[in-house]
């Protein structure tokens, strides 16, 4: 089947290149010598394990036939990503580790298909719904087993949520996935949903995918969710940093709980193994066949190296199920005292490259519209081009908003002006790109005056059927406010109608203190913003939205 990609992503703080010196401290020393290079791309929940397994690796500077040292830099990408990337050849590593073999039949569905002809599992993961110990255990865990579309129907019903809570953590149980076509775990969290529907242990099909009781589950599960992330990662720490009130439950691997699940002050995080069954990443190693003898015969030598007992324990240590040279009973998993290595019970059928696309439409449909206010800083300082690449990253999110979202767009200065006010995307798309377009900057900063009227626009059209959100972009501090200052009563006022506020502070001169306050408050991301960052900055926020980014038809 011929597939077409769905946007792109430059990955800001998902995608990182780790380049490993081989001194005992991990200093950054480059590659010594002669060596043969192996570049690595590999899924986020792996990076704790593969760091320090790189670095132990290149210490030793274990050598090919032809007397070089091998050495690997790691570069971590999640699989939609990841699919994206080599298919059009913006990563050539030797090595790729997706989370599962079907994403490497997804890259050879898009024309790629050096990978598939050399893949070994490293380490395994089963998928497991993270939830803080409190909130579990007044759910019944661990005496009661929970599933899928049990965790669905709670955080759809803010009354149950209210009677199992007892209001400690908000008025709705916040619910978080990674983004699906972005991330393997995303993905696997919806095809979840649609085995737990058809209650079916073995591979579901496109046609059970299209039935509307499926559709009508995952729409239910789906409409309840608060964060889309980019990465499993990364999801796994906001989590843990953030607390309970910013998410409740999460979908992430069983090793992401291990190495994240425990806050700052002590509470857990447990993971819930569903008991219709859940999915197991293989996370298997493949090796790139167009790649040259000797990069091949090296990148080898590092896939050797991580199934070797040292590698192996070390996986271990870092929440992974070993595959090979160590038991399981004997690794410091087995005494983690979350972790049940008995689970899961059920392990549903690998899927399909076709399921894995139909998979992405009915999660475009699934999803809430989202009620998007845009509040972007044309004062005079952003003249240049602060406001040229401002405009290009707005265009660019624009482009990879659902046809089904609304947007409104702000401009302000020492004025305030409403561009577009509640269009429907889809059929408004080029008049919005054309509003931002024109851009100017000129005149002063009323910042908070313009949030106050972004929460206004929001309460007015504010609705059970959509998620809320204000995107605010400024480079200055507020010098022409007249109706709002910075204080709780404006606060809230963003805050209102569980609206997700994210605010980017574009160069060195912006208030960073209010603008991190605000997005913290209202649950959503603070950004420091430079010209060359900001385009990723938005990306990042589309993908929070669940713009048609990564993998899909």
């Known amino acids: 089947m011929q597939s077409k990609q769905r946007g792109h992503w430059l990955l800001l703080g998902f995608l990182s290149l780790v380049t490993l010196g081989c001194g005992l401290s991990g200093s950054e020393d480059g590659p010594p010598r002669n060596a043969v290079v192996v570049e690595v791309l590999a899924n986020s929940s792996l990076q704790p394990w593969l760091v320090e397994a790189g670095i132990a690796f290149n210490a030793e500077e274990i050598e090919t036939t032809a007397g070089d040292p091998a050495y690997v830099t790691l570069t971590f990408a999640e699989a939609g990503q990841s699919v994206v990337d080599l298919a059009t050849g913006s990563a050539t590593p030797a090595l790729w580790l997706p989370d599962e073999p079907v994403w490497v039949n997804v890259l050879a569905d898009q024309g790629v298909p050096a990978f598939q002809r050399d893949c070994r599992s490293v380490a395994e993961s089963p998928l497991v719904i993270a939830v803080w110990r409190p909130v579990a255990e007044s759910l019944g865990w661990p005496g009661r087993d929970l599933g899928w579309l049990d965790i669905g129907s709670l955080a759809a019903d803010p009354t149950a949520w209210e009677y199992y809570s007892g209001g400690q953590y908000g008025a709705s149980l916040r619910l978080g996935h990674t983004h699906p076509g972005l991330s393997a775990s995303g993905a696997s969290t ?21 039935q509307p009781i499926v559709q009508a589950s995952v729409g239910a599960f789906e409409g309840a969710v608060s964060w889309f992330s980019s990465a499993t990662q990364d999801l796994g720490v906001a989590m843990s940093e953030r607390g309970p009130a910013f998410l409740g439950a999460a979908v992430m691997y069983e090793s ?6 425990r806050s700052a002050d002590g509470e857990a995080i447990v993971p819930i193994y569903p008991f219709e069954g859940t999915f197991m990443a293989t996370h298997p190693a493949c090796l790139n066949q167009d790649q040259d003898a000797g990069t091949l015969e090296a990148a080898r030598l590092f896939r050797d190296y991580l199934l070797g007992e040292a590698a192996q324990r070390l996986a271990a240590g870092h929440g992974l199920r070993p595959v090979a040279a160590v038991a399981l009973a004997d690794t410091p998993l087995a005494g983690n005292p979350v972790v049940d290595l008995n689970q899961p019970a059920v ?9 894995i696309y139909a998979v992405q439409g009915v999660w475009q449909s699934a999803r809430k519209p989202v009620n998007l206010v845009m509040l972007l800083d044309v004062s005079g300082s952003m003249a240049g081009r602060k406001i040229d690449n401002m405009r290009l990253a707005a265009e660019e999110f624009v482009v990879q908003m659902g046809d089904e979202d609304y947007l409104t767009l702000v401009s302000f200065s020492h004025e305030l002006r409403i561009l577009i006010e509640h269009e429907q995307v889809g059929p408004s798309r080029e008049q919005i790109l054309s509003a931002i377009r024109g851009l100017e900057a000129e005149g002063d900063t009323a910042l908070w005056d313009a949030i106050g009227l972004g929460s206004e626009l929001i309460a007015n059209r504010a609705s059970p059927d959509n998620a809320n ?6 480079d200055g501090l507020d010098t022409y406010s007249y109706r709002y200052r910075f204080d709780s009563t404006l606060v809230e006022a963003a805050a209102a109608n569980d609206t997700t506020v994210f605010t980017i502070a574009y160069g060195s001169d912006a208030d960073e203190a209010r603008l991190s306050e605000l997005a913290e408050r209202a649950f959503g991301n603070f950004y420091r913003g430079t010209e060359a960052s900001i385009a990723g900055i938005y990306e990042e926020m589309s993908a929070a939205f669940g713009g048609t980014l990564g993998v899909g038809r």
């Open 190 to 210: 919806l095809l979840a949903l649609v085995q737990a529907a058809q209650s079916k242990t073995e591979a579901v099909t496109v046609v059970d995918i299209e």
């Open 256 to 261: 992401t709980v291990a190495s994240h699940g």
């Open 347 to 355: 392990v549903f059928g690998a899927p399909t490259v076709e399921t």
């Open 469 to 474: 959100a204000l995107v605010v972009l400024t």
